[in-house]
């Protein structure tokens, strides 16, 4: 149900996205009005007769993951995929409440793109299904032995293509500026830069001796597109400030946005200095990496620790985008194969969804205190990972493990009882104040 969970790959969370109104071919269908959809319109293949096609160009060969954006209010709604007049798969879809409510699917196929113009077809065989876009995310092969810890040390990372370094402009005014590559100065800590471990093959890339400002590089403005720029911004822990790294032979590396499975590639702007965007991998030296360690030790601290289970655990956040919330008004939850195969209902539901996931995967998880909103009174449910001494950290649906400080959470406070069924009088008096 979930092939890539314990798979030893790594993928882009959202990819490049096309708009099935934009395809290269549209036969069969109707295309209708939705408020919901990314451009307020849905292609609805209504029988075996509708088909879209898509033309993908790659630089060269590729493996992608194909997640569509979908409706339909059928129980038996499938669609076929082909590649280049090939048969790739069926695969049957989850029914959504109508036509007009959209939700996002699973991985539904795997892609062997080969260099140049590939054909995707998509087609219906039981529907209607409402399409409103598709999203192609690079899959690359990633073992976690083969890359070290490099949060151990600062160090400098050098472009192989051009020779020059990235660099961060920490002169203000110091956000929004496009991330630079610079030759190497002969200062001991200029161009120094941290590489933040942020769980499962993450990390973030900071300045060295700048942990006040909290700085990083992201894709700008969430972008997805080819060729979009890579600036300097406050680190949040969204996709598009994380980073993949990935080995390419002879010591160097490959650099891909978690958000959107492209690589960091020098380029020149319209001034003619080099600076920093994201596109498809093409073998340039442009896109090639060396990292450089310092010998000197004092470096940034994150949450996250090689081998421990809130990193192993980012895995079950990476799934959650899957997951759809809604009000569940009946008296009994679903069973588990029911919740994993539906991916629907409260935070009950959530809860119990991340402590599968996770005991899936070997990480101790449960269902325990609430560490918020201790002035609601209504009931709520959080799960937690169990770590190694015996304590928990909470893990929430949504959020990466650990976060109990996020923007979304309106109170504080926690919610307290532990599974005690009895008052907490301590945090009973703690809410007068």
Known sequence: MFPYLKANKVMGVRGFLI????????SGCSIIPNQNA???KIVVLNDSSSVVKYSIDVPEDSRKVVRIKYSTDSNTGRIGLKLNNSLVGEVGLPATSSLNTLRNSKEIAELRLERGCNELSLYSIAGPIGLDCIQLSTIEQFDDDVVPDFSQAPCRIKNVGSGNYLWFDTVPPILHKEARLLPKKDTKTS???NLDFRGHVYWSISPFGCDSLNMCFEVKEFRLEENAPIGQYSFTNKNHKVWVILPDGDGYYRIMGKDSGLFLTSR?????????????YAGSDLQKWEIIPESRTTVKKTIFRYGTPESAALRVYDSYKYFDWFSFVGKYPPKTSSLLRGLTGNCRDEA????YMCR????P???????????RSMAHSWSVIIRPDGTSIPFYMGHVPGDTLNYSHGYLKPKVFRHMFRLNEVMKNDLKH
């Open 191 to 193: 161009g120094l830069l």
């Open 365 to 375: 998880a449960a269902i325990d205190y609430t560490p918020h909103w201790g002035n």
């Open 19 to 26: 708009e099935a109104e934009l395809s290269d071919m549209v």
């Open 352 to 355: 119990n969804y991340i402590v």
């Open 360 to 363: 899936h995967l070997g990480i």
């Open 38 to 40: 990314s451009e307020g």
């Open 268 to 280: 020149l702007n319209d001034s003619g200095e080099e600076c920093l965007v994201q596109s498809s």
